[in-house]
């Protein structure tokens, strides 16, 4: 497997030196073709997200491949403006001159997908590649495994072989990549590996983007509307069971209404699957064994048994099921859980949603002060001063007012997380820029030579220049 991983880095290395990567016609081609490759597969990534995740098809259209399709639409339709030389205004003293900006490619990259949306967070980042012009290599999560033999079968197929490829497999083969002097590496999964791709990037003094994950607060008041916030919480939460890097973790909601809205987002767990959500088409799984042992663990300890009870976790306000043989946990809200339980040590990644009733504002914002600045917050509240209070006071990738998930959906919106959630962002323009090198170039006739006027050496001339300069500030 390492000569394999050898030979195709070789062969990415000559793809890109051969310049085939760098004119826009050879982008567009490769931004058309990646969107073919998605409708005409529509079927088999669906297929492939059902037997990984079991995902519902409409949420494998909804937050994989209709994003895919809009990012490449995107970054397609802006390409000419992106790589359009940007004049810059030089300095007086250096005139007459001229200088720009222009966006090259950076040169081969690497990126590796985490599991929970296998395809989006592979070809999301290999079309922000391949709009900057850059070749890449995709290295999918082994434990989506459907999706990464698809993609490891559709993507010579369709893109351009010299310049992409597909290495699958694991931890292993993963190192072995990261030994190799890639131009860029873009990493999305947890913070742990985070820090094992960074390490191996020092060796190479190659430039990281890390999208990573943490606890995504969100705060809810008595000026929300409840219903409403009940919903788009629950939304949020239990897409793909719970297991999306910017769903909701846990949930700040002013006494008075805390317990309400853990029953109104109950209610609206019932609006979307049912009585019994295990037999609802519309609800996914866990991933694996390891993951499903690790959720069940942070849940009540008698859930399954006892509705209520003093517990650290928590008192059970809907969910709490397991089925172990099917990788099934019920949407589980939690209410009362307490700041020091288990379930709010490490990011959940998964369908259990503690709610903790605060005071007010000021402590919401003091408890995610207190804690690693998370890759997405979420705010309900109709009140001015509070929305304000979150923007400036607290930090994280993205804030949503109303909307979780949302600013993912947009090519306009870099997408990133900040501290302990990532490092860079990409989407649209961003992500172009993410995946380019932007090289100053700056131009000055050779006549009039007037830089003579600071030559060595220096004399009364260079001194009243100075003199003019210091006087300029
Ligand atoms: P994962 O297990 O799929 O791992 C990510 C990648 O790292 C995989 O390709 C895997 O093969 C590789 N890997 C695993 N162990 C390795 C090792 N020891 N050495 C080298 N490579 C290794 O994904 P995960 O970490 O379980 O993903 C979950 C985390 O990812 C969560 O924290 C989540 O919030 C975060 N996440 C972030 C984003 C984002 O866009 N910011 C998106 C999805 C997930």
């Not at 979307?272 to 991933?287: A, H």
């Amino acid at each position: 497997m390492t000569v394999d991983i050898e030979t195709t880095f070789a062969r990415l290395k000559a793809g890109y030196a051969s310049g085939r990567t760098r004119p826009p016609a050879w982008r567009r081609r490769q931004l058309d073709a990646l969107r073919r490759m998605v409708r005409e597969h529509r079927d088999d990534f669906v297929r492939a997200a059902a037997s990984d995740l079991g995902k519902p098809a409409e949420e494998t259209m909804l937050t994989e491949l209709m994003l895919v399709s809009s990012e490449a639409r995107f970054v397609r339709d802006h390409l000419h403006a992106w790589t359009r030389r940007r004049p810059k205004v030089m300095p007086w003293m250096l005139q007459p001159a001229m200088g720009w900006t222009v966006a090259e490619p950076k040169g081969v990259l690497l990126i590796i997908a985490p599991w929970n949306y296998p395809t989006l967070l592979a070809l999301e980042p290999l079309t922000d590649a391949l709009a900057a012009g850059d070749a890449a290599c995709v290295k999918p999560s082994e434990l989506a495994p459907a999706t990464s033999r698809l993609l490891a079968a559709l993507i010579p197929e369709y893109l351009d072989p010299d310049a992409v490829a597909v290495i699958e497999g694991g931890p292993d083969e993963t190192g072995a990549l990261l030994r190799l002097p890639f131009d860029h590496i873009f990493y999305t999964g947890g913070g742990k590996v985070g820090k094992v791709v960074m390490r191996a990037a020092a060796e190479h003094l190659t430039p990281v983007t890390l999208e990573l994950g943490g606890k995504s607060p969100c705060f809810v008041d008595a000026t929300a509307d409840l219903v409403v916030a009940a919903r788009r919480i629950a939304w949020g939460k239990f897409t793909n069971a719970g297991q999306t890097c910017v769903a909701p973790d846990y949930v700040l909601a002013t006494s008075d209404v805390a317990e309400a809205l853990a029953k109104r987002i109950g209610v609206a767990v019932t609006e979307f699957y049912g009585d019994d959500p295990q037999r609802s088409p519309d609800y996914g799984r866990i991933i694996n064994d390891r993951h499903f042992g690790r959720l069940c663990a942070l849940l009540p300890e008698h859930a399954s048994s006892s509705p209520s009870g003093p517990d650290p976790a928590g008192r059970l306000v809907c969910g709490g099921t397991i089925d172990r043989g099917d990788r099934y946990i019920a949407p589980t809200v939690l209410y009362g859980t307490d700041p020091d339980a288990p379930v709010m040590g490490e990011e959940i990644f998964g369908p259990i949603l503690p709610v903790i009733p605060v005071r007010d504002a000021d402590e919401a914002i003091a408890f995610v002060n207190g804690r690693p600045r998370p890759l997405a917050a979420y705010v309900f509240s109709r009140d001015r001063a509070t929305r304000l209070a979150f923007e400036r006071r607290t930090s994280s990738g993205a804030l949503g007012f109303g909307l979780p998930l949302g600013h993912l959906m947009s090519s306009r919106l870099p997408f990133g997380g900040v501290g302990a959630s990532g490092i860079g962002a990409y989407h649209g323009e961003v992500g172009f820029l993410t995946f380019s090198h932007v090289k100053t170039v700056t131009v000055k006739p050779s006549f009039p030579d007037t830089l003579r006027l600071v030559y060595p050496p220096f004399d009364a001339m260079t001194r009243r220049v100075i003199d003019v300069l210091r006087r300029l500030g």
